[in-house]
C-alpha cells in the first residue's frame, strides 16, 4: 500500500519523475519494512490490547526496526542514496500519525557522497514540502550538506530547487536563530550559480524601510548590488569585526548605494512601521489576531542591522541623528512601534563606533533614557569603547559629553521672531521656560499671536528645543545625584570646565556643596553659589557622611536661612549606617523586609531610580523579583529581594512584599556577592536611601484609605506600620519641620514630639506622622482619612529639598490648623464623630 502510494506520488510530470521512480524500485525491500512498521507501530499503539499482546506487539516494531537498521547499514553508497530518498518521501504528517525518519537518514547522509543533480532536486523539493516550519529546516540543512558535494554544473542544473528552497524558507513559520544560518548557506549556494540574483525574500517586498533598495535591484541590478546585499544579510550580531566592516565600505562604493542606505536608515527612523493586519506579525510565535505595529519583520534582522551599521560606516551627515532616533523608537519607553532590543542595540553600537563627535551627545542622550537593562548593558559598552578610542574613562566620557543645546554661559539664548525677542533659559534645577518681549518691553510666556502666524515653523522648533533642554536638565540631575556614592574627585580646573562653566550642569552644581583640597592634602568645604578662596587643586561632591554632626547641622541651618532649595537633598541627605542586626547577619540586610507595598508604584519607582528588575506574574521566574541598582561608579550593585504579597493571586500582583538587601561586587565581567563589611559607607547609604524611597513610597501604610475599602487583608501591618518608628527619612523630615515651622504662621498651633506633629485646631487636636503622613485625633486616636488633592503648581511653603511627603504633612498642618474653615463633608463628619 504505501509503495502504490509513493510510486503514484512520483509521477508528478516534471524532469525528476525518473528520479523518483528509480529510487523506490531500488529500495522496494525498504519501502516494505516502512510498511509493515507503520502497521505494528498502530498496533502496539492501540489502548484496549491487552498486556501481553501489548508486549508483543512493542517486540515485533522493535524487531522490524532492527532490520531496517540492518538493511541500512549493510547497503551500498547507490542504495543509500536511493534509500535517503524514498524515507525522505515517505516522510509526513497523515491522519493516522507523524511518520519522520530523520534517525535513519542521519545514519546514511554520512556515507553517502556521489549524489546526482537530480536526486539532490528530489531532496530540495521534498523538504519545501514539509507541512511544519521546524521540520523543513531539519530536513534542510543535510540536504544543502549533498549541495555542497555537487560540483560546479551539478549546483547550476539544481539553481532553481536552491531558488525554491529559499523563497519557501523565508515564508516558513521557522525560528530566527535556526533560519539565519540556513539562509546565509543558501545565498552562497546561490551567489555560485548567478553573481547579479538577488534571493526572493531577501529584500523585504512591502517594508517602507527598504523601498530604496529594492527600486535600486529592480532598475539597476548588477553583481556589485547583489554582493553588498549579501554582505549586509550576513551581519548576524549587534556588532561586526572589522573585516566585516572595511568589506562593507569597499562594496559600498563598488555599487554606489550610499545614498541608499542612507535613505533606508531615515526611513527605518522616521517613516511609517508596518502593521501586523497587513503584513502579519512580527515573530512567529505571537498570534494572528494580535494588532501590532513594528519597524522589522524577525526574518528580515540581519538585512536590516546591516544597514544601519552601513549607513554609520558611509558617515551621512544626518546618519547619527537617525542613528539615535533609531535607537529610541526601536528600545525606549512609549514608542509608537513593537519594541526591537536587536535593532535598537546595532544603533547603539554603530554610534560608538561612528568618529563623529555628535555621537557622543546622542549617546549621552539615550543613556538618561533608555530603561531596558540589555540595552543600558550595551550602552555602557559603547560608552566604554567610545572612551578609550580617546583615552578617557566612560564616566569621563559621559560629563564630557552633555550637551550644550547653544546656550550661553548664563544658561540662556535669545532669537529674534517676527519683531519679538524670544528667550529659553534654564531657570532652576527643574525649570526651562520659554518667553517672548515685544516691542513695548511686555513678557509673555505665552508666544504672541505674530509670532505664531509669521513663524510656525522657527516657533515649533523653539518648542522642541526647550524640550530637548528640560531632558538633558533632568538627566543630568539624576547623574550628579548618582556621584553621591562614587567619591570621585576631580583636577579643579577639569572640574571647571565641565560642571561649573557648562550652561546646563552649571546650574546644578553651583547649588551644591563641594569640598576642595588644599595644598596640605586637607579638605575644606564650600557653600552653593560661592567659589574657594584659592584655587584648589582637587575637588569633590560634599556628603554628609563624611562630615561631623555639627558640620551638618550648620549646613542645614544655612540652607534654610538663605532660602536655597538645592537640586537634590544634599545638606538634609539621610545616612544610612550598618546596624548591629545587620553586623550580626553579615551578607544581608532585613531592614526593610516584611513591608507591603503597591506592586505597580514599585515596578514604576524602580524604572524612574535607574534600578533593574524583573517583572513579578504567574511566568516562570515571576515569583521571585530582583530589583538591582548600581552605586559607586558601577563598582558595586545593591540587590533588593521581593516576591507577591502572600494572598495576592492577580497577574501582575496588585501588592508585594519586601525581603532582603544584598550586595554584589563587580569582578571583572562578573559580579560576587561581598559581606557588608567590605561595602563602602558611601555606597550603603546611597543604595539603602533608595530602598528607603521605595518602601516609604509605595507602603500600603502611606494609603490613607486603606481601612476604608473594606478589606481586611494586610490590617495588622497597616496600623502597625503607619504610626510606627520613623525611618532615616522621616527623621530627616522632622529635622527641617523644626526648621520650617518657626517661620509660619500656623506655629503657634504645632508642636513636634516623637513621631508625630501636633496640630492645635479648634474643633480638635491632631497628630500627623511624619513617616506616613497619615492622621490621629486627640484624645482616643481616632483615625481621620485626608486623601490628598492631586495638584500641581509650586509648593506654597518654602521646603529645602523636594519631598513629597514633607510638602502632604505640612499641607494637612496647614488645613487642619484652621479646621473651621474645612468644608469637605467628609473630613467634618470624621472630626464630628470623634469629638463626641
Sequence with gaps: MLYATLAAEARRNDALDDVRTAAFTRARRLVDLLERGRLESLDAGATWREPAEYERSKAQLAATHAEIDGLLTACTEEDARAAVLCLMLAARLDDRGLWQ??????????????????????????????????????????????????????????????????KALMAADVEARVRGPLGRRLRALLAEADEAHIPAGLIPPHAPWAAALRDRAATSPTPELTRFVR?????????????????????????????????????????????????????????????????????????????????????????????????????????????????????????????????????WRLRTKLRHRALRKQLDTALT??????????????????PTHGLGPDGSLERELAGHRARVAIEDAVTVRVTFT??????????????????????????????????????????????????????????????RDHPVTGVLVRGLIWEVQDAEGDWHTVAPMSEPPHEPARIRLWHPIRSTADAIEAWRARIVADRLRQPFKQAFREIYLPT????????????????????????????????????????????????????????????????????????????????????ERRDGRRWREAPLADVPPLVFSEAMRDVDLFVGVTSI???????????????????????????????????????????????????????????????????????????????????????????????????????DRLGLILSKAVLLAADTRITDPTILRQIKRAAR
Design 438 to 499: 515685544g516691542p513695548d518691553g511686555r513678557t509673555s510666556r505665552t508666544a504672541p499671536a505674530a509670532v505664531k502666524g509669521a513663524c510656525p515653523d522657527e516657533l515649533k522648533e523653539l518648542k522642541a528645543l526647550a524640550g530637548r533642554i528640560r531632558a538633558t536638565l533632568s538627566g543630568e540631575r539624576a547623574r550628579v545625584e548618582a556621584l553621591m556614592s562614587a567619591g570621585r574627585t576631580w583636577p579643579y580646573d577639569e572640574w571647571c570646565r565641565h560642571y
Design 385 to 402: 569603547t567610545a572612551a578609550a578610542r580617546q583615552g578617557i574613562t566612560a564616566a569621563q566620557l559621559v560629563e564630557r559629553s552633555v
Design 580 to 663: 548591629p542586626a545587620e553586623e550580626e547577619t553579615g551578607v544581608y540586610s532585613n531592614r526593610f523586609a516584611a513591608h507591603i507595598v503597591h506592586y505597580p508604584r514599585l515596578y514604576a519607582l524602580f524604572k524612574e531610580r535607574g534600578w533593574q528588575a524583573n517583572f513579578l506574574g504567574r511566568h516562570d521566574g515571576g515569583y521571585d523579583g530582583l530589583a538591582r541598582g548600581e552605586f559607586g561608579d558601577g563598582e558595586w550593585r545593591a540587590c533588593f529581594h521581593h516576591e507577591p504579597a502572600g494572598d495576592d493571586m492577580d497577574d501582575p500582583p496588585d501588592h508585594a512584599a519586601t525581603d532582603q538587601v544584598r550586595f
Design 101 to 166: 525518519y530523520d534517525r535513519e537518514i542521519a545514519l546514511l547522509m554520512p556515507r553517502t557522497r556521489a549524489w546526482t543533480p537530480g536526486q539532490v532536486a528530489v531532496m530540495l523539493f521534498r523538504a519545501t514540502q514539509y507541512d511544519m516550519g521546524f521540520w523543513f529546516a531539519a530536513a534542510l540543512g543535510p540536504v544543502l550538506g549533498a549541495v555542497d558535494r555537487l560540483d560546479a554544473e551539478g549546483r547550476r542544473l539544481v539553481d532553481p530547487w536552491l531558488r525554491h528552497a529559499y
Design 231 to 363: 554582505h549586509l544579510a550576513s551581519l548576524t550580531g549587534p556588532r561586526p569585526a572589522q573585516r566585516w566592516q572595511r568589506t562593507c565600505l569597499a562594496l559600498a562604493d563598488a555599487a554606489s548605494t550610499r545614498e541608499v542606505v542612507a535613505e533606508m536608515l531615515r526611513a527605518l527612523a522616521e517613516d511609517a512601521p508596518l502593521c501586523s493586519r497587513k503584513g502579519g506579525p512580527s515573530i512567529r510565535w505571537l498570534p494572528d489576531d494580535f494588532h501590532h505595529h513594528y519597524l522589522v519583520h524577525s526574518k528580515d534582522g540581519d538585512l536590516a542591522r546591516g544597514v544601519v551599521w552601513a549607513a554609520a560606516l558611509t558617515a551621512d551627515p544626518a546618519a547619527v541623528r537617525h542613528l539615535g532616533t533609531l535607537a529610541l523608537r526601536a528600545g525606549g519607553p512609549g514608542s509608537d512601534v513593537a519594541e526591537d532590543l536587536k535593532l535598537a542595540g546595532a544603533a547603539i553600537n554603530a554610534l560608538a563606533g561612528t568618529d563623529d563627535p555628535a555621537a557622543l551627545e546622542a549617546l
Design 701 to 803: 501604610a502611606a494609603d490613607p484609605d486603606w481601612t476604608d475599602r473594606g478589606e481586611e487583608r494586610h490590617t495588622e501591618y497597616w496600623e502597625r506600620t503607619s504610626f510606627g518608628e520613623l525611618t532615616a527619612s522621616a527623621e530627616i523630615r522632622r529635622e527641617a519641620l523644626q526648621r520650617i515651622l518657626p517661620r509660619l504662621k500656623i506655629a503657634d498651633r504645632c508642636t513636634l514630639g516623637g513621631r508625630y506633629l501636633t496640630v492645635r485646631g479648634d474643633l480638635a487636636t491632631y497628630r500627623i506622622h511624619l513617616g506616613s503622613a497619615n492622621i490621629l485625633m486627640e484624645p482616643d486616636d481616632a483615625y481621620l482619612c485626608i486623601v490628598p488633592a492631586h495638584r500641581g503648581g509650586e509648593p506654597k511653603v518654602f521646603l529645602p529639598f523636594e519631598d
